[in-house]
């Protein structure tokens, strides 16, 4: 035999003995592994079976190893271990695992990354249970992009559900429920377990609901899995819940009580926590902290480690001490709270980092516990009467406030954010009684500015950070694909609402509505890329501090002053700023301020034709106490600039009378404009921009005799509203020219909008309100509606001025610490930064005259604010109009909401004939004088 020959034969040996050492290593692993997976898979697991389970895995991962074999077993057994850590609540180990199995199936083939979509959601709810939730956002990201390629993959529902947890967490309920409902659609109705996910699901949803404060829904979602699966665990629990917030206690403790009974651990925690705030809420301090204190045993019993249900428990105890006024007691379990949810944070710090934020397990319960501290210090206060205590309040509300400012920012919906500002607004009014505590204890100005900036921070915060978003988009600098992609996501999404409204098909509604989730879906996950622009971030959630000298130098004209209101439960703060002055007073409330309120309101949005005019008390009234405390001050000042509070965005302040007898209004001793926030206002006035346009856009679609085409949409004819918008001037569209089409075709090419109209106003929910356009023949209502979604969408940061003669246009749903959500808001969220609008529906002919005149004013160039006033005043001097039609309904709805400027530059041609006349009468005088001394 040659040489070569035996070569090949040795090489041949080794090969069959290589092949046979890999064969029965890798049947040796094999054996390991399936072993592992029958105790992995016993129904009724131990903790020695798991022990077991593992070490058998490992051994087969040895093995598997050391002969250098890559198989999906190998891979499982990986995963296999990491799911038994994460039953085990070893969170780090389990995301080890669930690596190394995805290395491994990486590693077998690279393109096939729907193979690990299982273990990245799984790495992300281990993440999210060791409250790191970015990390844990960022692996559902990555499984939803593979979702995004394979629409058919399985456990797409494990990540749905996931991510309806994730935002249920951060307090985020309405994308929490579309997440939820789209688990729902990703089940297969054929599965085993199809019943006991679904209802899973629909309790999640019903949570959210109950979350969003929806309780019917949140019921007869409850009564339909009761239907289904009457035994469902978390089902009596749940209804107990939503009983205690409708404040039928009897009925919560029935059902929290036989919750309580279960062996379920989870259940039976939140069953006894739940029963301590209903006792907390009925005042029974001791029944409330037995409850709670049942809680933390079991919740030591069951778990090792700290956890949002021990900090509810804490809190709970907390609250209990508090209630008998034992605030030392309260104030070492709040700390006790605090620290199972940001065990390095220390409340009597007096910073607080971004950086420490993120490494809170839950922000909400954060908030609420600072908001506890806070509260408990003021009550210390009340009963040592230490300055120190007052300063630790002060400092907590801060730490409070800017949680919520950090969890805002993780919201990506405005219907979230206006949600969770109304969450936070008694802190708003907590902090600022404490710092004017403060301020009247020791008459440092520093806390009345502090109490200001608390007003400011509580305005319009949502508003504020949209038009910052305008602003930062309108300058350049970021990714336009990204930006057009969000504006078609969000036309989308109001299309689709849009026939939403309009379906009477419920089946198609149904449909319509998991379109729309996953639109809104979409568009979050659109917010979340360009969020991670740094620079736009950073300038999006600014929290500038508040400068009331530069305020005062830079809003402010010797001729102005601010006055910004703050209602709370008990006490009315009023804040004054001119050039020269920043005062602060504090009124006790009382039911005659409100009633006052509420009586002038009823007769302006009310009034009937002929009626009389009965509420010159309560105008008095409200005088004295909205007004009068500042008269000294602002008694030779021509503008007032006011930002109004709750209640007090319904009622225009230049009808008020400083004189019951006479009827003299306050119209006629200043301008009145209104403002979101002085901070806002501000911002508007330094972004505005020189080269806008002073062409007038002016339509009047009600404006002709085409009666019956219109009657049989619903509206009538405005007679007086054409020979308004010809007074005015400019591109002028009548009738059937002024169509909504034409509107949305125009309305960024004009520097002035002046529409003529109907509107409807939908207090329930202010995204149906609409502005009217002519309806053409066969037209569906989104044809000639424009609606408040829809004005959201618009790019307006061009437009000079809106003029809304129209009805109601400044009405709609008060939310607290955002103003009214009503169409003028609608305009100055699309970027216009000044609108004249309308706050009840008032008489065609007068709202006519008072617009017209309003466009001949700001022609000479006079302030907007003084343009309306002196279109306000001709109309109630005119001897052409009827003394009857004089009383505040049918001139004071028209309100101007932005900032003073002058629209047009003032005209001086009266200064140049006046100067020719005077110099022709010269000349005449010295001709006759000449003349006369000749004929001497």
């Known amino acids: 035999m040659t040489r070569h020959c035996l070569l090949i034969v040795f090489f041949l040996i080794c090969f069959i003995d290589t092949t046979y050492a890999q064969t029965s290593a890798l049947l040796k692993a094999d054996s390991l592994f399936f072993a592992g997976e029958q105790l992995y898979n016993l129904p009724n697991p131990t903790e020695a079976s798991d022990r077991k389970a593992i070490s058998l895995f490992q051994n087969a991962i040895r093995i598997y190893r050391e002969a250098n074999i890559n198989t999906l ?81 399985s456990h797409a529902r494990r990540l749905y559900n996931s991510l309806g947890l994730a935002y249920y967490t951060l307090g985020n309920y309405q994308q929490s429920l579309n997440y939820y409902e789209k688990a729902i659609l990703s089940l297969n109705p054929n599965e085993r377990d199809y019943l006991r996910d679904k209802n899973n699901f629909k ?152 950086n420490q934020l993120s490494q809170v397990a839950s922000l909400q319960h954060f908030f609420r516990t600072l908001q506890g501290i806070a509260h408990t210090y003021r009550i210390k206060y009340s009963l040592d009467r230490e300055l120190t205590d007052l300063q630790y309040s002060l400092q907590n509300y801060h730490h409070a406030i800017r949680t919520a400012h950090h969890i805002q920012k993780t919201y990506d919906n405005d219907e979230a954010k206006l949600f969770l500002v109304q969450t936070v607004y008694p802190v708003y009014e907590e902090a600022i009684s404490v710092a004017y505590q403060l301020y009247a204890h020791s008459g440092k100005r520093q806390y009345a500015e502090l109490a200001f900036q608390f007003s400011e921070l509580s305005k319009a915060s949502v508003l504020s950070e949209i038009l910052r978003e305008v602003e930062i988009k309108s300058s350049g600098g970021m990714s336009d694909s990204l930006i057009q992609e969000e504006k078609r996501q969000k036309q989308q999404i109001a299309r689709v609402r849009l026939q939403m409204m309009e379906s009477q098909d419920s089946s198609k509604i149904t449909s319509l509505g998991q379109i729309l989730n996953e639109h809104e879906i979409s568009l979050a996950r659109t917010v979340k890329s360009l969020q991670k622009d740094e620079k736009f971030y950073r300038l999006k959630y600014q929290q500038a501090t508040l400068n009331i000298a530069h305020l005062q130098s830079q809003l402010l004209e010797e001729a102005d002053a601010l006055v910004e209101y703050f209602i709370g439960q008990d006490s009315l703060y009023s804040f004054l700023l001119t050039r020269d002055h920043f005062l602060i007073k504090t009124q006790p409330l009382d039911s005659f301020f409100y009633q006052a309120i509420s009586d002038v ?64 209004y306050l119209i006629f001793n200043h301008a009145f404009s209104y403002a979101y926030s002085a901070s806002l206002l501000e911002e508007a006035i330094s972004n505005r921009k020189a080269e806008e346009s002073n062409q007038v856009l002016a339509m009047a679609p009600f404006a002709g005799d085409e009666e019956g085409n219109i009657r049989s949409n619903g509206f009538s004819l405005l007679f007086g509203s054409k020979a308004e918008v010809e007074n005015i001037g400019g591109s002028i569209y009548l009738e059937n020219q002024a169509t909504k089409r034409l509107f949305l075709e125009l309305v960024s090419s004009y520097g002035i909008i002046h529409l003529a109209t109907h509107a409807s106003i939908d207090n329930n929910d202010p995204l149906q309100s609409f502005i009217a356009f002519y309806p053409n023949q066969d037209e569906s209502a989104s044809g000639y509606r424009l609606y408040t979604q829809e004005l959201y969408n618009l790019r307006l940061d061009s437009v000079k001025l809106v003029v809304l003669s129209a009805c109601e246009t400044g009405n709609g749903q008060l939310v607290r610490g955002e103003g009214i959500i009503s169409l003028a808001r609608a305009f100055a969220y699309a970027g216009c930064p000044n609108i004249i609008t309308t706050l009840w529906k008032a008489q065609d002919r007068a709202t006519a005259t008072i617009a017209s005149s309003i466009h001949q004013y700001l022609r000479q160039g006079h302030t907007k604010a003084q343009a309306l006033r002196m279109a306000k005043i001709d109309y109630l001097e005119s001897k052409e109009v009827h003394h009857l039609t004089k009383t505040p309904y049918y001139w004071a709805n028209f309100i101007f909401i932005g900032d003073t400027v002058p629209i047009y530059k003032p005209s001086y041609a009266w200064f140049w004939w006046g100067l020719i006349g005077l110099l022709i009468l010269v000349g005449l005088f010295w001709l006759a004088k000449k003349t006369i001394l000749k004929s001497e």
Do not use: C
């Open 601 to 664: 309101q009823a007769q302006l949005y009310d009034y009937q034709m002929g009626e009389a005019y009965t509420q010159s008390e309560q105008a008095y009234t409200l005088y004295q106490k909205l007004v009068a405390p500042f008269e000294k001050e602002i008694s030779d000042k021509e503008r007032l600039i006011i930002v109004p509070d709750g209640q007090l965005n319904y009622i225009p302040f230049e009808m008020l009378n400083d004189d019951p007898a006479s009827n003299h």
């Open 73 to 153: 077993n190998l891979a499982n057994a990986y995963a296999n271990i990491g799911a038994i850590y994460q039953d085990q609540g070893s969170a780090n180990k389990a995301i080890a695992e669930y690596q190394r199995a995805i290395a491994i199936k990486k590693n077998i083939n690279p393109l096939a990354d729907s193979s690990y979509f299982k273990e990245l959601v799984l790495i992300g709810n281990n993440f999210f249970y060791l409250h790191q939730q970015d990390s844990a956002l960022n692996y559902y990201d990555l499984a939803e992009a593979i979702i995004k390629r394979y629409t058919t993959i």
């Open 203 to 354: 309790n999640n949803i019903a949570t959210s609901y109950a979350k969003l404060g929806n309780y019917q829904e949140a019921l007869d979602t409850y009564k339909e899995i009761g239907e289904s699966a009457p035994q469902f665990p978390a089902l009596t629990h749940n209804l107990g819940k939503i009983y205690a917030e409708l404040e039928m206690y009897d009925s919560a403790i029935m059902y929290l009580n036989a919750s309580a009974q279960t062996e379920v651990a989870v259940t039976k925690i939140n069953a006894l926590n739940n029963l301590g705030g209903v006792f907390l809420s009925i005042n029974n301090a001791d029944s409330a902290e037995m409850y709670f204190r049942h809680s933390l045993w079991e919740n030591l019993e069951a778990y090792s480690a700290s956890n949002s249900l021990l900090a509810e428990a804490h809190t709970g105890i907390a609250k209990s001490f508090v209630l008998r006024n034992q605030a030392d007691s309260a104030l070492s379990y709040y700390h006790k709270a605090l620290s199972d949810v940001a065990p390095n944070f220390s409340p009597d710090s007096s910073r607080m980092s971004s």
